[in-house]
């Protein structure tokens, strides 16, 4: 356990955070690793449709994730106020409320694969892929589920090395995992989805276990787990809106993916240009994820004990990664786009061999929009996340509507103007919509939520002013 309360916070905030970020970093290798073997023992579209569903998937996923995120902020929030017997039960709760949400989320799920993906305007070429994959995925949810809470309750204790084994582990048998059932079984995409969903599995039960051996303090009596309306309803006012922030911003990329598929049959190659290219690009901005992961568990813990002088410097600490995150990024994602992109690029298919050009142009423009904006991206994850650590995940659900605007107006009006460029303007406009309403939240309520030790005078001062009292009184 770390206690994020004490201790210079940039320091704090650093070794929290690079755990986390080794931890995406493989959780972002081991999704690649399924659209590589498929691009290259299957094809070209089945390369793009696996790689087209990030949107939908993000749709369904994001909501699940927000909601445990939202939960593990109150674990955060009790064990930052040192309240042990709270922590087990909101550490109970929130095993329940997964249960519930993981149930709901797959009925509703399940059925609607297919007609969204249509709705999406998917080509016939790639569509199969896509349900197929799809399909699998959104039956284990539950698996996806199992594991972001569990990782969730390890970060919420200030434990952010624990998650980060059980991802490499995952990882590992991934890849294997690909091999097996792609190669071996003859599965194809369907076993890139199913090595996914078992890896998980895995994951959260290894995550499990360790909290059982490690932490037998919070190992879970009877009485934790009888049912709180109260306690309930604060998890969901928490994490609802967290949820609701990530579909938000899932259904404007689904616009902007629609948006893709529409131009794809004018820019011919864009559509694989833009999958290969994303994935490089979700691969940079893993720093800014694991950022965002630390200072949300910062800020829980840090609000538990009223240091909101502290949350304040955390929130400066991570603008100043963050700005050199940006600076990274862009040159890793501009510089090595080339080796990256063939990674997932197979010469010898038919499509790519006629379209090669094209496809490495259409990503590298793509990689430039992004990440010249970095910056207003890492901004939303440091404001967002000490607001939805402080509690305050109503506004960041409101963030997540402007991001929606942003992406609907180039999807809609871009688009159309500038063709494939548009598109690629498209989440930096929604970033910067975002940082405008995150950024002036975040001054107001700090501005309200002064420590009251700040305007009262500082204790020697106080202390000098009590002893002349006192010799006034004896005179």
């Not at 201790?7 to 755990?19: D, E, Q, R, S």
Request: glycine content about 10%; charged content about 15%.
């Amino acid at each position: 356990m770390k206690d994020l309360t004490k201790g210079n916070p940039y320091k704090t905030i650093l070794l929290f955070a690079l755990p986390i970020f080794i931890g995406c970093v493989f959780q972002q290798l081991y999704n690649m690793a399924d659209t590589v073997i498929v691009s290259h023992t299957v094809n070209a579209e089945a390369f793009t449709g696996v790689g087209l569903t990030g949107s939908v998937s993000f749709l369904i996923l994001g909501f699940a994730n927000g909601l445990t995120s939202g939960f593990s902020v109150r674990i955060a929030q009790r064990f930052g106020a040192n309240d042990q017997d709270g922590v087990r039960r909101a550490i109970a709760m929130s095993y329940l409320l997964s249960i519930i949400m993981s149930v709901a989320i797959t009925a509703a799920a399940v059925p609607i694969t297919g007609p969204v993906l249509r709705l999406m305007n998917i080509s016939e070429q790639c569509y199969p892929y896509a349900y197929a994959y799809l399909f699998v995925i959104f039956c284990g949810i539950s698996a996806s589920v199992f594991y972001n809470i569990m990782a969730g309750v390890l970060r919420a204790l200030g434990d952010s090395r624990t998650p980060l084994y059980c991802l490499v582990g995952a990882a590992l048998l991934n890849v294997g995992l690909d091999f097996a059932l792609i190669v071996g079984c003859k599965m194809l995409y369907h076993g890139a989805a199913l090595a996914t969903v078992l890896s998980q599995v895995a994951a959260g039960a290894a995550s499990l276990l360790y909290i059982l051996i490690r932490y037998p303090e919070y190992r879970l009596k009877k009485s934790d787990w009888k049912w709180d309306w109260k306690l309930a309803g604060g998890h969901i006012a928490v994490g609802l809106p967290m949820a609701l922030q990530f579909s938000i911003t899932a259904i404007g990329c689904i616009f902007q993916q629609t948006a893709l598929n529409g131009v794809a049959k004018i820019y011919v190659g864009a559509d694989t240009g833009y999958v290969a290219a994303s994935k490089i690009d979700n691969l940079a901005a893993q720093s800014f994820n694991a950022l965002g992961t630390a200072i949300a568990t910062y800020a829980g813990q840090n609000s538990g004990a009223g240091e909101i002088n502290r949350i304040r410097k955390g929130a400066q600490v991570g603008m100043v990664y963050t700005l050199v995150s940006a600076a990274i990024g862009f040159a890793f994602s501009v510089g090595l786009h080339r080796p990256l992109m063939n990674l997932f690029l197979d010469r010898n298919d038919p499509l790519v061999a006629a379209h090669y050009d094209e496809i490495l142009s259409y990503g590298l423009r793509f990689l430039i929009y992004q990440s010249a904006f970095y910056l207003a991206l890492g901004t939303i994850f440091v404001y967002r996340n000490t607001l939805q650590g402080m509690g305050k995940s109503v506004i960041t659900m409101f963030a997540g509507v402007a991001e929606l605007g942003g992406r609907a107006l180039t999807s809609f009006v871009f688009v159309k103007v500038w063709g494939y460029t548009g598109f690629c303007l498209s989440n930096p406009v929604a970033w910067i919509a975002a940082d405008l309403l995150l950024v002036t939240a975040y001054i107001v309520i700090m501005h309200r939520m002064k420590k009251p030790a700040e305007k009262a005078e500082p204790k020697h001062k106080m202390k000098k002013h009590a002893d002349d009292e006192n010799l006034s009184q004896a005179a």
